[in-house]
């Protein structure tokens, strides 16, 4: 379970959270939805670890354990994951090469034994098949050259490699079209278990008809102005954020 | 002494005392003076600018003593034809030398009995004072339109035992039309007594030749390994070497490539991973004195801690070079706070109708991607080894597996060792 208690944070000394809570049970599907600048992304980064982003005030725990006391890596380890909107190239390093060292690293970290090469490889060959992605995308340098689509299918992949228990999408959908999207919907779901909850943060009611969340909340100005069903998206689509911001 | 000249004679003289008296003598004593005359270069000389062999006077160098001191050398190459030197000298006992194609020969010069080689008009101070000093090398010849079976492998092997030892090997590499072959040394520092390498190379390429040039280096923390490499690459041929520098106290290589003919082609590449306050240079100078001659050099320096690189890489383009192509990269990652690269590249172009290109940056490791490997549970330090080889590996882009296997490995285990 993730508990998200008033959670304060700057960026270069710029405060965009201000005073978040949020809690995500076990198994559960949240949305965060929210203009641009309201601090969706910078949310995700905070979770994440990224340098930078410091966290001013409040409190985050994953399984009542203080995530921001965590390194990045830790945060992995323990079964945080998250999708990038703007995933990194890393040229040079071969996505295989990339996907094993990350998986090797989550396994040992959480006590489970590494991944020996032939395993490896039959196991990136079935997810790969799932995510209608080219083998020949595994041989290539991380990212270099992929497509906004692929780049987005190579997240999934590694959120199916690194088996998170708590899952970030940060605008996974922008930038896809209506197949692509439903590739990554259709990933998420089949992941979806009562083990594993997912954060999936977006700005469109899109996503949200393909991955049915269990709630939604509206992020603005740093905070959560309303939370509610998945009917909430609706209604949002209707009104516009607009309505939502001026009402908190 | 702070005098503005641009050598130092002096710094020479203690070395006059090491005059081998041997057949050669006459020679000897006029490469001697020859060096006496021009002095050490001093950082007042422009290519030495950031590059001081002041530390070479702290110590009385002396000539190695008599060969046979070394059991066994490790191996590059699990298969090679392979020579094997000890602070310069020949240990024939571990020579390994199969059945070569006809009119091929690969010998220590001890062994095929030099003549002495001619000084060069426009020869160095470093040339004529291994030419004075010489003691031993290596010579390799390959018979026209044939293909070494193997790899040749030269491993120098260096600073096992104490005190101050200067070494003058020579190189000496001669392809026959259309041959090919592919040459590796490999120069290690077993401790890190003062060493004082001064290695000079002559190679030619005939006709429609090929060399695959590798040269992997492993100094100790005393050692001063200087070299100047002459290479022709006569038309049609080709010349690809691969520098890689894992260390040293000082090291400096000098390349000088003539494209003597139409066609000629050079690919030189160079990577670096330094640490400490080791210092590693690299000068090249790529001659395209004809048409339609190609060359390409990409340089990757990644250094930590207080380490130096000076760097200094020209392309000239001489009157008549009609559609030459050359193009030069240098680039750096600075990983320690106090590392530091002097870069300048050059071009001189005396041809209208040429290409030529150069590029140079710096700058520190992605901290995107460093964050995105840590994000997926990567930590930091393997992060960090993981994108300096990613960095490092287009150097190697374009090498037989055969040779970027081991290298591969190599960078690996320097990378564990050192923790950039």
Redesign the interface.
């Known amino acids: 379970m993730l508990e998200i208690k008033n959670l304060h944070a700057t960026v270069d000394g710029k405060a965009i959270i201000k005073g978040l809570d949020l809690t995500l049970p076990d198994g559960e599907v949240h949305a965060i939805m929210g203009p641009n600048g309201s601090g969706k992304s910078t949310l995700s980064y905070v979770l994440a670890g990224r340098p930078g982003y410091a966290v001013t005030e409040g409190q985050v725990l994953l399984d009542g354990e203080d995530l921001l006391a965590l390194e990045p890596e830790e945060r992995a380890a323990k079964g945080l994951f998250l999708a990038f909107q703007y995933p990194v190239e890393i040229p040079g390093v071969a996505n295989t090469t990339f996907l094993k060292e990350a998986a090797n690293a989550v396994r040992v970290a959480r006590g489970q034994k590494p991944y020996d090469a032939m395993a490896f490889v039959k196991l990136l060959r079935a997810k790969t098949k799932e995510l209608g992605m080219q083998d020949e995308m595994l041989k290539r340098a991380v990212n270099v050259g992929f497509s906004g689509g692929e780049k987005k299918r190579n997240e999934m992949l590694q959120m199916a490699v690194l088996e998170p228990t708590l899952a970030i999408l940060d605008e996974t959908d922008s930038g896809l079209d209506i197949d692509a999207l439903k590739v990554v919907a259709d990933a998420v779901n089949a992941m979806r278990s009562p083990k594993r909850s997912f954060l999936v943060i977006t700005h469109y009611q899109r996503l949200l008809d393909h991955i049915v969340p269990d709630r939604i909340h509206i992020l603005a100005g740093g905070r959560i102005r309303q939370s509610g069903g998945k009917e909430l998206a609706l209604e949002l689509e209707a009104k516009g954020y607009a309505a939502f911001v001026e009402a908190a | 002494m702070s005098q503005r000249v641009t050598s130092d004679r002096e710094a020479l003289l203690p070395f006059a005392q090491l005059l081998p008296a041997d057949a050669l003598a006459a020679a000897r004593a006029k490469a001697l003076d020859r060096a006496l005359e021009l002095g050490l270069p001093t950082q007042q000389a422009e290519a030495w600018r950031h590059t001081s062999l002041l530390g070479l006077a702290k110590h009385h160098f002396t000539l190695p003593g008599a060969a046979g001191a070394l059991d066994s050398a490790p191996h590059f190459l699990a298969e090679a034809d392979r020579l094997v030197f000890l602070d310069g000298l020949a240990q024939p006992g571990l020579t390994q030398v199969g059945a070569l194609p006809a009119g091929s020969q690969l010998a220590d010069l001890s062994a095929a009995a030099p003549e002495a080689p001619a000084l060069a008009k426009d020869a160095s101070a470093l040339a004529a004072l291994n030419l004075a000093l010489f003691q031993d090398g290596a010579t390799l010849t390959v018979g026209a339109g044939e293909t070494l079976p193997r790899p040749v492998e030269l491993q120098f092997v260096n600073a096992l035992a104490e005190g101050a030892v200067t070494a003058q090997p020579r190189l000496q590499v001669s392809l026959g039309a259309k041959a090919r072959a592919v040459l590796v040394e490999q120069h290690r520092g077993l401790g890190d007594a003062p060493r004082f390498l001064n290695h000079q190379a002559d190679i030619e390429l005939a006709e429609g030749a090929t060399l695959t040039h590798l040269i992997v280096l492993a100094e100790g923390a005393g050692t001063t390994h200087l070299a100047e490499t002459r290479v022709t690459v006569a038309r049609d041929a080709r010349y690809e070497t691969l520098v890689v520098q894992l260390g040293g106290q000082l090291v400096r290589r000098d390349l000088k490539v003539a494209l003597a003919a139409r066609g000629a082609t050079a690919l030189v590449n160079g990577a670096y991973l330094l640490r400490d306050r080791e210092q590693a240079d690299l000068v090249t100078e790529i001659l395209h004195a004809a048409p339609d001659t190609t060359s390409r050099e990409t340089l990757k320096g990644a250094l930590a801690g207080e380490s130096r690189q000076e760097v200094q890489a020209c392309i000239a383009m001489a009157a008549g070079a009609a559609r030459a192509d050359g193009r030069l990269s240098n680039k750096t990652l600075l990983l320690g706070d106090r590392a530091t690269i002097w870069t300048k590249p050059e071009l001189r172009i005396y041809h209208d109708d040429v290409q030529a290109a150069h590029g140079a940056t710096s700058g520190k490791l992605?901290?995107?991607?460093l964050?995105?490997?840590?994000?997926?549970?990567?930590?930091?330090a393997?992060?960090r080894r993981?994108?300096i080889?990613?960095?490092l590996?287009?150097t190697l882009v374009g090498f037989d597996s055969l040779l970027t296997e081991p290298l591969q490995a190599l960078l690996d285990a320097r990378l564990t060792e050192i923790q950039p």
């Open positions: 992605d901290e995107a991607a964050f995105y490997l840590r994000s997926r549970g990567l930590p930091l393997l992060a993981l994108l080889a990613s960095f590996a287009e």
